[in-house]
C-alpha cells in the first residue's frame, strides 16, 4: 500500500544513479551540516564528494542538543532510534541561587514523536553520521582543505591545499564559522564578537544535587550552567561566563583547580570534580551571511550563521539547512528548474534571523549584571515557571517544530496546516504519517472520508506517476479514529503532498492542482 518505487540508497552504493553517474555535488566539511547533506543526496542517488580540511575527525564536544524537528528529519534517514538509545533526554532546567531551586523550568513536550531534547555531544553525533554514510558507499577526504572556490558557467571548481583541482555541478560550503568557501566567495558575515567569553569544560561530578539534568545560577559575573550528558553517571557539560575577567586579563586554559574554585564560588556547595575529559576557551560571536548562495554554490550551517549556544538552536538549523537544499539539489539534478534552487535561501535564512533575534534576548538576559535588573529577570523567570501556556510556548519554540515557510500570517485559533508548514504526524491504522515520509520522495495524503482503500482511485492516477512519490490514502481502513483528518482538517476530502523534508507542498481538492505542484517542484513525470 505504501510502496516506493525504489531504493535511492542502493544506487548510491552501486556507484550509479537514475540518469548516469558523474559528480554533481562537493560538500565541503565533515560536521554535521556536511555529513546530513551528503546523506540526503546520496538517499536520492545524487553522487557528491565530502571533502574535510581536519587530518581526521576532531574529539571536540562543542554542539549538544538536538531537537525535535532536527530529530524528525534524521528519522527519515533511518538514524533517530540509534540516536535516541545514546543519548540523554533532557527535560528541563533549574534555575538555581546557591543551593536553593528557585524555579524549574519543565519543557512541556510538543506533539513529536521525538518530545524531548536529546543531548549527545557532536562526535558522538558526527560518528553515527559518518558510520551511515560509508555504508552507502561515500567516503569523506580528509586533509582536504578547500582554499579558493572558482565559477565557470554551470560548474565549479576548487583548489585543494595540496594543489589538486576538483570541480563539479554544485558546492555546499558546511566549513564552520571560518568558513574558506564563504571568504573565497566574497560572501559578507555580517555580525561580529558580543564581548562575552566563556569556559567550556566536561566533567565528572560528585554531588548530591538538589537539580536533575540541567540548572544555571544566574549570578553578578553571569551565568554558570550544568547539563548532564549521556554515558556514564556523574559526567556534565559546564559552561561559564568569564567576560568580566578576559577583559582584564588573558585567560589560561580551564583546569581542574580553576573549573572547581568557579563551582564553589557560582554554584551549589558539595559538587566536587573528579575528572576533566575536555576544556575549551569560548569567544560568542554573532554573525549571519548576507546571502546563502552564489551562483553554483551555497553556504549551510555554521558557514552560513553563528550565534551562542543558549537553547542548543545552532547545530540543529545547520541539519535543517542541509536537508531543505540537499533535496532542492537532488530534484534539480533529476530535472527540475534551477529556480527551485533560490527557494533555499528564501526560506532558511530568515529562519537564522529569527533564531538569532531569540538567542541574543536570551544572552542578554542571563548577562545582566546590574543588581536590580537581576532581581526583575529572576522574579520574570520565577512567573513563568509557574505559566502553562508559557512553559508550553518555550518548550515549542526550542524543539524548532513551529519553524515554517508559509507565506501569509496564520488566522488566529486556526489548527489547520498550511502551505510551508510543517506537516503534522497523525496515527494511522498502520504507524503513522511520519511513516511514511522520506527525503528521497515527495508523500500525497489522499484524504477520502467514507471511502475504503479498495475503491475507485481515479482522482490519484491523474496525477501521473513519479518514481519519487509515495500515495498514502486515508480514508476509514487507514484512518479509523480520524486522527489524520483532524490534524490536517480535511473531513471532506482532498490531497496534501509532503515536500521531502516534511513541509507541505499544497493542500486542496484538485487533483490537477497537486499535478501542477509536484511539476514546480520535481520538473514533471520524470518516469515516463
Known sequence: MYHLVHDNFSYCREGRRPGGCTMSVLVVGAGPTGLVTALVLAANGVSCRVLERHPQPTGGSRALGLQARSMEMLAELGLA????????????????????????????????????????????????????????????????????????????????????????????????????????????????????????????????????????????????????????????????????????????????????ELLDERGASGMRITQVQWTSIFRTRVCLADEYRRGSAFLAGDAAHIFPPFGGQGMNLGIQDAVNLAWRLAQVESGASVDLLDEYETERRPVAASTIRDVESRRRMYALRNPLARSLRDSVLRLGARIPGAARQASLQNSQLAIGYRGGSRWPLSRRPAIGDRAPDAALAEGTVHDRLGVDHFTLLHFRPGHRVDASNESVDTIGSTEQMAVVPIDHETDPAGEACDRYTMRKGGFVLIRPDGHVAYRGGEAAEVRRALARFSGGDRSA
Open 81 to 260: 532510534e540509534e540516536i535516541e538509545r545514546v543519548a540523554y533526554r533532557l527535560g528541563g532546567a533549574s534555575i538555581m541561587r546557591g543551593d536553593a531551586e528557585l524555579s524549574r523550568l519543565t519543557w512541556v513536550p510538543p506533539r513529536s514523536r521525538y518530545p524531548y531534547t536529546y543531548v549527545l555531544p557532536q562526535p558522538g553525533l558526527e560518528d553515527i553520521l559518518r558510520t551511515r554514510l560509508h555504508a552507502v558507499g561515500v567516503e569523506i577526504e580528509y586533509g582536504a582543505e578547500v582554499r579558493t572556490v572558482v565559477q565557470d558557467g554551470d560548474r565549479v571548481g576548487v583548489q585543494i591545499a595540496d594543489g589538486r583541482d576538483l570541480e563539479a555541478r554544485w558546492l555546499v560550503g558546511a566549513d564552520g564559522a571560518r568558513s574558506n568557501v564563504r571568504e573565497s566567495l566574497g560572501i559578507s558575515f555580517a555580525g561580529g564578537a558580543t564581548g562575552e567569553t566563556y569556559y567550556l569544560g566536561d566533567i565528572v561530578l560528585e554531588s548530591a544535587m538538589s537539580f536533575r539534568d540541567s540548572a544555571m545560577w544566574l549570578g553578578p559575573a553571569g551565568p554558570l550552567m550544568l547539563m548532564r550528558l549521556p554515558g556514564a553517571g556523574g559526567l556534565w557539560r559546564v559552561f561559564v561566563d568569564m567576560s568580566d575577567r578576559a577583559r582584564c586579563e588573558e585567560l589560561p586554559e580551564p583546569s581542574l583547580v580553576e573549573l572547581q
